[in-house]
């Protein structure tokens, strides 16, 4: 019964086709000599040189750059902390606070960024790296909030507890205990914000103001007005650079899953 | 005992402090005051007047902007079905699978999700511009004679939204297909039923939380991803998404914005709810 047809098979394949198809046409056609993507005239790196000489392009490269490792980093603080702190503390609004704090996660996009463009207004933050910075973190840190909390729920809680009795504190129980165990999700957790933050276009327009712009709003502001062949060779280095993240991923995921069964087998 | 554990929970507290922060003055405090901004009214250039009013709901009321929230809901459904129709049996077929090449098709099927979207629908322009590959190629075939006007249409859209959010639907399919017990389909068919009977009265009825969860996830989205009828569609159909955009930078008239966010928030949370009744589950299935 549980057998797969031929015609799934095929009906798999025709989906997988249409699901690479562009990508693989946007990657061809980075290597095309002719300006126009019609049909393919001749191998040539011009447009990557091209794109290397555009400076507003790279610096736009250099501010993704910026924000998503500062994103990703001050949401895996409060992420992380949130999250091991919720699993200790019982207070009754616990329940509330963290509907709340995956609420980002859950509601459109586009009510996010214009919510956002609005509050900060009102407080008088000036619009720029710190506003992008603030908007990337509210979306970020939802994913790292989810993935510790899960990997805290498949923890042993007595190992802490034979920390905290044997005279650590709380602070101290955590370094050295909890947060070793619960490294793995802290990780993949930050990597996902990582990519979603470099990916995010609709709520950096509107939280990035008139002077600084990310990659992704960059692309877009030009795939609405003159698309060349530069944004070809772009997309193609931000595959590339995707790839490589999650290679990086693939393999610090294996090697602190290595030294995770090296601890328990030490436990045991 | 109890000490102690008090004495734990009140020195954790300090772990808390940031998220508690963070949540209420980032999410919490900007949602609030989106509410409190809709029942504003607009003055001279960003600023705003504290009149309460219900005149941004009314305005949403008038014609113009109802056949936005049509036309948004009508893209939403036309889209929400055809990811029905191809997703569900790609997450069906997929459960169905062996488990080695469960894992391949898992790792294809989450690839493309880590490529800028933006990337993956500059691909559609090229293959549906004017004298695009498309074009070229029917007309190689000789199927036309004269290059079609695909890109910047209400299909062209629909392909958009189709193409960005099929993985969604696939995963929240496969994820419930994934938990079948198949020997279920298995004495269905020994008992007589023929198989499509026994699909659909045990394989289909048992993988519906799946379907339903694919469907707010892919309606929900599709609703307010603006960029894609903009790139895509060239600015033919106004969605509430651009409408919201265009109130907030050009229009400058933040209170409706606010009010047609409050709006869709609230169809947003029906549905969500509405899902929660059929289906009794508290948690989407195929994220998190």
Not at chain 2, 116 to 132: A, F, K
Request: proline share 4%.
């Amino acid at each position: 019964m549980k057998k797969n047809s031929k015609f799934s098979s095929l009906y798999m394949g025709i989906i997988f086709f249409l699901m690479y198809l562009p990508v693989a046409v946007v990657i061809i056609f980075s290597f095309n000599e002719s300006k126009l993507p019609v049909r393919f005239t001749g191998f040539s790196l011009k447009w990557y040189q091209e794109l290397l000489g555009d400076s507003a392009m790279i610096e736009a490269l250099g501010n993704s750059l910026i924000l998503g490792v500062a994103s990703c980093l001050v949401s895996a603080v409060i992420g992380t902390l949130g999250a091991v702190g919720l699993s200790r503390i019982h207070w009754k609004t616990k329940g509330a606070m963290e509907y709340i704090s995956i609420l980002p996660l859950m509601i459109p996009e586009i009510i996010l960024g214009m919510v956002l463009m609005a509050f900060f207004y009102l407080l008088n933050i000036p619009f720029g790296m710190l506003t992008l910075l603030l908007g990337h973190t509210v979306f970020c840190v939802p994913y790292i909030l989810m993935e510790v909390k899960a990997r805290l729920a498949g923890m042993d809680p007595s190992l802490e507890e034979a920390a905290r009795d044997l005279g650590a504190g709380s602070f101290r129980a955590f370094r050295d205990i909890t947060l070793p165990l619960i490294m793995p999700a802290v990780v993949s957790g930050s990597l996902l914000a990582f990519a979603m933050s470099m990916d995010d276009v609709v709520i950096s327009i509107f939280v990035n103001g008139p002077r600084i712009s990310t990659l992704p709003v960059k692309v877009y502001t030009q795939l609405k007005t003159g698309v060349t062949p530069e944004i070809n060779a772009l997309c193609t280095l931000m595959l590339a650079f995707t790839i490589g993240v999650l290679a990086v991923y693939y393999l610090a995921g294996r090697l602190l899953k290595g030294k995770n069964r090296l601890f328990s087998i030490k436990k045991k | 005992m109890s000490r102690t554990k008090i004495k734990k929970h009140s020195s954790s507290v300090w772990m808390i402090l940031p998220l508690y922060f963070f949540t209420l003055v980032f999410v919490a405090g900007p949602l609030i005051y989106m509410v409190a901004l809709s029942f504003a009214q607009p003055g001279s250039g960003s600023a705003v007047e504290w009149n309460l009013t219900l005149e941004n709901y009314k305005k949403i009321l008038d014609p113009v902007y109802l056949q936005t929230f049509r036309e948004s809901f009508q893209l939403a459904l036309t889209s929400t079905v055809i990811i029905c129709i191809l997703g569900y049996p790609f997450g069906y077929f997929m459960a169905k699978m062996s488990e080695s090449w469960k894992k391949k098709a898992m790792l294809l099927l989450m690839l493309p999700f880590w490529i800028n979207s933006l990337i993956r629908l500059y691909g559609w322009i090229i293959i549906l511009q004017n004298r695009g590959i498309l074009n070229h190629v029917l007309k190689t075939l000789g199927i036309i004679d004269k290059p079609l006007k695909l890109l910047y249409s209400y299909p062209a859209i629909v392909v958009g939204m189709v193409y960005v959010l099929l993985p969604f639907m696939i995963l929240s399919v496969y994820s419930s297909a994934e938990k079948l017990d198949w020997s279920l389909v298995e004495a269905a068919r020994d008992l007589g039923a023929g198989k499509i009977k026994a699909f659909w009265t045990v394989s289909f009825k048992l993988t519906l939380p799946g379907l339903l969860s694919g469907v707010i996830l892919t309606f929900i989205p599709s609703m307010g991803l603006f960029f894609i009828a903009d790139i895509l569609g060239g600015n033919k159909i106004v969605l509430v998404g651009s409408l919201i955009q265009e109130q907030m930078t050009r229009g400058s008239n933040w209170p409706f914005a606010a009010a047609l966010a409050v709006v869709l928030m609230i169809l947003t949370s029906l549905m969500i709810g509405l899902y929660r009744k059929i289906t009794n589950v508290k948690e989407l299935e195929g994220i998190g």
